[in-house]
Every structure is written in C-alpha cells, then in structure tokens.
C-alpha cells in the first residue's frame, strides 16, 4: 500500500510537469481528484480498509501526497495563466460601454392618479385613504343603504367571514362618513383606492378596479359648485376640451343624483364596445350629499350641506391612453405595461 501511494506521487507530479495548456491541467486535476473516479480519491478510500495499526501511517502518508500533488496543480496553474488565452485574466476594459439597467416606472393607474391628486390639491383638497377590508356599517349603512335596501344588489361584493360584518369595500364613498366624522366640517377632500365587486368580467368591468372619491361639505354648496370642479379635473386630466353631458342618476348616498357622462375617447363617440355602443362613457356618479349621510357624520344638515362624486379612475386610465379593455391593467403582462 505504501508503495503504491509513492508511486502515484511520482507518477502525478510528472504528469503535471507536462501540462501544456488549461485543458490538460483540468484532465489531471480530474484523473487524481475526481471524487468518483479519481485515482488519489480511490486511494484515500483503500486507506479506510487497512488494518488500525497502519492506517495512521498510510493516512498521514496519503494525506501528505495530496497536499503535494495540490501544490504542484496549483503552481502550473499559475504558470500556463501567463501564456494560455483561454484561462480568464481579472482584467477591466474601461473603454466599453456600461450597461444601463432597465428602469421600472409607476403603473398607468397609478400615474394618473397622481396627477389627479395633484389637480385637487391645487384646488384645495386634501387626500385621504381608508381600509380596503370595511364594516357593513361604514360601506352600506352610513351612506343610507340599509340591508333591505335593492341598492346592495348593484354592489354585489366579497364577504369575509368574521364575528363582525366585513366585506371587500364596494366603492371609496365609506371614507366620506369617515372624514367628516374625524375633521367636522367645512371640508373638502378627495380618496383615491381600490374597490371590489362581484361582478361578471369584460372589457369595460372587472372585479378590481380603482375609484377616486371627492366630498365638499360647507355653508351653501351649490350644484353649481359640483359642475366647476368637475369640469376643472376632465380638462385638467386630459389637457383638453372634453364633451360631458350631465343627466338624472340614482344613488341613495346623494339627493339630487345625477350620472356624468364623457364623450367616448376611444371612438370619438361613434360607438365601440368600451362605450357599449353608445358614443358615451359614464365617468363620475355624482350628487348633493342627502342629509342622512351627514347625519350619520354627525354634521348639520340644517347648517351644512355639500356635494360628494365617484370617478372611475380605472376607466378615466383607459380613457386617457385609449386603451380597450379594462383587464389589461390587472393582467401584469409586461408587453402592455412597458408602453406607459
């Protein structure tokens, strides 16, 4: 056995002596230290067979070889670096061009939405936010839609299963009693978020989707109040003369209710399936807010009132970038996105 592990040193360190290039280092490398094939690896094993009175001798031995046979790889190694192309150099060519990352970017719906913040501060408004999770009594009660009321069924929604009534919020509106319970009135306030609804899927609907909520409550609001801010988001969100149209619409939260309505960007009002072949979009509910819910706020109707709306800002997107179906801003498909 020892001379067997003596023979193999000599063998490996001529072997070595001969290397000529990188690919010849990594066959002998491979032919002693492969683990299953290896012949010093083969050796070291033979070693663990012999009897206990030798094996300490023939281990040290063994190991002794190794370590040699590793000092002599490694010194070549450094040797044929010098001359063999294929070996890699540790070497930087300033002169290239680096290589620029790829940037993200905000969503569509959120750079929207950040413009229309801005346009609200501007006149005044504050933003707000509220739970996503919400109380039946803050989402339906509040805004005058008691549980016998057939408004639910319009914003028929997700329950979650709890001690207390918990539903995927239907619209923004439940922060209003929210706000007006926090800061009194005046206020004025817009609430951008997300919303849920069950609802049966196509281009212009989708379960998840974003509204942005606007409440103005003071001394003598006027309906005349609610046109001029409206009009002063569609011709700031848009940079452009926009056709509304502003007809009579039902909503227990606000009396009077009306439905405004935009000219459809998509075909210019001709008729598509965006605008269900209407030539028009509905955009914003909107209304004077009905005592009830200011009651509910602990506000004084009798000295308060004021006008509450709900943009769609997931349609205003689509609107804005002309896009045709409404599942493509949920959908995470990075060839649509890319182009915002």
Known sequence: MELNIKKIKE?????????????????????????????????????KEVSSDLKPKLGALANEIKSDITNALDKKKSEISQDDPKVEKD???????????????????????????????????????????????????????????????????????AKDKLVL???????QVRAMQKYGAPLRCVVPGRVFRNEATDASHDHTFYQLEGL????????????????ELLSGIFKR?????????????????????????????????????TGWLELLPCGMVHPNVLKYSGIDS?????????????????????????RLLQSGDMRFLNQF
């Open 11 to 47: 063998q490996a360190l001529k072997e070595i002596e001969e290397i000529k290039n990188s690919q010849d280092w990594e066959d002998i490398r491979n032919k002693y230290f492969s683990r299953k094939s290896g012949e010093l690896s083969k050796l070291l094993k033979d070693v």
């Open 216 to 231: 103005m409550i003071g001394e003598n609001i006027s309906i005349t109040n609610l046109v001029a801010v409206m009009k």
């Open 302 to 326: 009798k000295k308060y009132n004021g006008f509450a709306f709900g943009l769609g800002l997931t349609r205003l997107v689509m609107m804005k970038y002309g896009i045709d179906d409404i």
């Open 169 to 175: 919020r239907t619209h923004t509106s439940p922060v």
């Open 91 to 161: 070497f930087i060519d300033v002169t290239l061009e680096v290589e620029k990352y790829k940037l993200g970017h905000l969503h569509p719906v959120t750079q929207v939405q950040t413009e229309l913040e801005e346009i609200f501060k501007s006149l005044g408004f504050v933003i707000l936010d509220g739970p996503e999770i919400e109380s039946d009594y803050y989402n339906f009660e509040t805004l005058n839609i008691p549980d016998w009321h057939p408004a639910r069924d319009m914003q028929d929604t997700f329950f979650i299963e």
């Open 241 to 277: 003369e926009v056709t509304v149209r502003l007809r009579p619409g039902y909503f227990p939260f606000v009396e009077p209710g009306f439905e405004l309505d935009i000219k459809c960007l998509i075909c210019a009002g001709k008729g598509c399936s965006v605008c269900k072949q």
